[in-house]
């Protein structure tokens, strides 16, 4: 079965994005950036909330102009309130998250990258399907923001996998939901 | 004068339940993770009120005779035999200005609102933060609000075979 992976980057207090959004603060750097062919390539699918996906997919960061879906996958936004797509690349799910996601899983393919935010991730971890949560801290507090795990409300045991870190002060953990 | 924290939370940041109890730690604290190395380095400890009484519940008081400053402004509970507490009142630099006159070269601050004071105040040095291989979805939160971006400097990090994760951060003045 395809795995789910909640993967992205936060704040050491575990924001993903300021308050507007922002993410001005993130570091990247050379050493994280030659990863991301490798981590790419693992995945050919892609949740989105649909916030996340306003402030970070509409556009472009080059050209401005609007992407077709995110980095060549499949892209499907979740929003109870989009009626229409914005674009061929991408589909709109309007109801029952969980249950399209199940059936996601039992399709052929490569992992599923759940790109956030955090309101759709932890949906998906009270439902038990996200099967790895991959994190790169960055070294800074933020003091306020999006949060990471919102309001879960329950208990998530996890496996540490792997541990990495790197010479810009980002720390890589991957983790194994248990279920 | 250095402060420290040395503290251990669940991947989504709590340092315990809502209610305040710990019972997802790993049971005597996890296999051995620098706690008494740290420990050794330390000339005292600062906590907040709340953890001065949580402490008391513990069956040992477990800063030997480590001097403890509780900050509070009401009349402490007692502390157990052998337990060497004072009671200290006042904003974090005042706390640490009285502390550095007493001769105390590095202090352990300990306490989810008490760190989050001190870090405001820009009166934390040094983070140790032991993650815990669990969320546990609600809490109270490691760090709170601040005015501003608070940058850090990674010092290094350490994993252990049960999968506490330990990351040591400098905070940058």
């Given amino acids: 079965m395809r795995k789910v992976v909640y993967s992205l980057t936060n704040s050491l207090d575990n924001f993903i ?163 | 004068m250095k402060a420290s924290v040395f503290i251990a939370t669940s991947l989504d940041g709590f340092i315990a339940r809502a209610n305040g109890a710990i019972d997802w730690l790993p049971p005597g604290g996890g296999e051995p993770h620098g706690y008494d190395e740290f420990i050794a380095t330390v000339d005292a400890l600062v906590i907040g009120r709340k953890t001065f009484e949580t402490v008391l519940t513990f069956d040992t008081w477990p800063y030997g005779a480590k001097p403890v400053f509780a900050l509070s402004t009401h009349t402490l509970a007692p502390a157990p035999p052998g337990a060497v507490v004072e009671r200290m009142s006042g904003d974090p630099a005042e706390i640490v200005s009285q502390l550095s006159a007493r001769g105390i070269r590095h202090v352990y601050v300990d306490g989810g609102i008490t760190i989050q004071r001190f870090l405001q105040a820009g009166l934390i040095q040094r983070l140790i933060i032991t993650r815990v291989p669990v969320l546990i979805g609600e809490g109270i939160p490691l760090f709170g609000a601040t005015h501003r971006d608070i940058e850090l400097k990674h010092i290094a990090t350490r994993h252990y075979a049960s999968g506490l994760v330990q990351s040591e951060y400098a905070v940058a003045g």
């Fill in chain 1, 17 to 179: 994005a300021r308050t507007d959004g922002g993410y001005d603060w993130i570091l990247m750097g050379d050493e994280v950036m030659s990863e991301f062919p490798k981590i790419y390539a693992s995945f050919d699918t892609i949740l989105i909330g649909r916030k996340t996906y306003d402030q970070t997919l509409l556009q472009s960061p080059e050209t401005g102009q609007e992407t077709a879906g995110f980095m060549e996958m499949k892209t499907y936004v979740f929003s109870r309130t989009m009626k229409e797509s914005p674009n061929a690349g991408v589909k709109i799910i309007s109801d029952n998250a969980g249950e399209f996601v199940r059936s996601l899983k039992n399709e052929s393919g490569k992992d599923i990258w759940l790109f956030g935010g955090g309101i759709l991730a932890a949906s998906l971890l009270r439902e038990r399907l996200v099967d790895e949560i991959s994190v790169a801290i960055q070294p800074i507090l933020l003091g306020s923001g999006i949060p990471l795990f919102p309001d879960i409300g329950m208990q998530v045991d996890l496996q540490m996998l792997e541990c990495k870190t790197y010479k810009n002060g980002i720390v890589g953990l991957k983790y194994l939901v248990k279920h």
